[in-house]
């Protein structure tokens, strides 16, 4: 099996119905939903925001250190099934303690069940701290500070959530101070929003990748760039597809994008809620046409597009 990383993945966004329900009832929170059914139901969204409505809803049932522990640890067991052998996670700190779930508890689950993978499921690790951009730049200084307090080691800080309307330039001072903490740069831009959004998080905010950027195709300049400079694109065909970024998989541009020379990669984004985990990416991928030097050439960019040690990267390739 191809070595993948997985460097766009919400851990919330891996919480499936029936850890919904039983969640909800360890933990006694009332849930909206009748069933698992019903929730399964409700699996189809007409565009990101009602989407992001039913995943922030959910989160209601993670409650204690050990929910976070038992999901990050059911994820990465999944993926590794996938083909997964990195997994740079990000985790939205601020949808957690906004609901009054105290920033230790959240990463101190989460930092234990990275701490156990490697040894569990062979999958190596990191922690991106995700900014929440319908919140305000302040907020997100708030979250960063409490994060760093735990103690817990941080990968880097990325931001997603809503995009259209709500511009990434009030982050720069905060990303700037991450870099200076030491920390890597990832940022959404260019899924619902146009290239000029991709432009935003490059420019403003340095960031090392983008995740998604599948808009930046209608900018030549744009596309140019990040050949160039060989910009990583975490890209998510399925989801895509489900929250209508794109019209149908058979016109996702990531073949066009391999054209182009793009450090293009693929992962999941939101597995629980868009139908599956990187190997069904994986099996759409190849339904695109994508050919099997194609489906090489996404291994091997996931892991020259990953955080993990130079040396670490150069094994992995050798493998793939
Ligand atoms: N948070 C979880 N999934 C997301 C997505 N696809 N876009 C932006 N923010 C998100
Ligand atoms: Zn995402």
Redesign the pocket.
């Known amino acids: 099996m191809l070595p993948f990383a997985e460097l766009h993945l919400?851990l919330?966004?891996t919480l499936e119905p029936d850890m919904v329900f039983d969640l909800a009832e360890r933990n006694r929170v009332r849930l909206p939903w009748r069933d698992e059914d019903d929730l399964r139901g409700r699996l189809s969204y007409r565009c990101?925001q009602e989407?992001?409505d039913l995943?922030y809803a959910n989160i209601a049932v993670l409650r204690t250190e050990a929910d976070f522990a038992e999901l990050t640890d059911a994820y990465l067991a999944r993926a590794a099934r996938a083909g997964v052998v990195r997994a740079e996670i990000?985790c939205?700190l601020q949808a957690h303690t906004a609901r009054g779930v105290p920033a230790p508890v959240v990463l101190a689950g989460v930092a234990d069940a990275l701490a156990r993978s490697e040894a569990d499921h062979g999958v190596s690790s990191g922690l991106i701290l995700?900014f929440l951009r319908h919140l305000s730049a302040e907020d997100a200084v708030a979250a960063y500070d409490s994060a760093l307090a735990t103690g817990v080691e941080l990968l880097g800080v990325g931001l997603?959530?809503?995009?259209v309307g709500f511009p990434a330039a009030p982050f720069a001072d905060l990303y700037d101070r991450a870099r200076a903490d030491g920390l890597h740069t990832v940022a959404?831009a260019g899924?619902e929003g146009g290239p000029e959004y991709v432009w935003e998080v490059l420019r403003e905010l340095g960031a090392e990748r983008v995740?998604?950027g599948i808009n930046a195709m209608a900018d030549p300049a744009l596309v140019a760039h990040l050949a160039e400079h060989r910009v990583p694109l975490t890209v998510?065909p399925v989801?895509n597809v489900v929250?209508h970024a794109v019209p149908s998989l058979s016109e996702h541009p990531l073949p066009a994008m391999l054209d182009a020379g793009l450090a293009v990669c693929v992962n999941s984004?939101?597995p629980a809620y868009f139908g599956g985990y990187l190997d069904t990416v994986l099996s759409a991928v190849r339904g695109l046409g994508v050919t099997p030097e194609q489906v090489a050439t996404l291994s091997r960019n996931s892991i020259e597009a990953s955080f993990l040690p130079e040396a670490e990267k150069r094994r992995l390739l050798a493998v793939g």
């Open positions: 919400h919330e966004g990101l989407f992001l995943y990000f939205d995700s997603c959530s809503s995009e959404h899924e995740d998604h998510c989801s929250l984004d939101d």
